[in-house]
């Protein structure tokens, strides 16, 4: 997840927002999981269907230090493996599968 402050034409700023000083963020811990810094969806998601919210709210407080003319921007990059063979995901993301969802330790 990558957080920034971005102007209208897409230039990012040198000035980094700080989590809880500049923005809140809330993530859907109910079928994700975070784990090394990486979040993992808690179970496979069936082709053709998009996975589940990861965030559920994001929102800049009420004084951000944000520069002049720039917006919070939020940009998730992905991964994705195939959900079969288990040993597929847990080798390459080195986690648990146990009945077809991530065990969480």
Not at 33 to 48: E, L, R
Request: proline share 6%; hydrophobic share 35%.
């Amino acid at each position: 997840i990558v957080v920034t402050w971005k102007d209208a034409k897409g230039n990012v700023s040198s000035t980094v927002p700080v989590k809880n000083t500049d923005y809140t963020i809330t993530f859907n811990e109910t079928d994700w999981t975070q784990q090394g810094g990486y979040w993992y969806c808690k179970t496979a998601v069936p082709v053709d269907e998009k996975t589940p919210a990861l965030i559920t709210e994001c929102k800049k407080t009420a004084n951000p230090n944000a520069p002049k003319d720039y917006d919070l921007s939020v940009e998730i990059l992905a991964d994705a493996i195939q959900s079969e063979p288990a040993n597929a995901v847990e080798e390459a993301w080195k986690v648990t599968v146990e009945n077809g969802a991530l065990k969480i330790q």
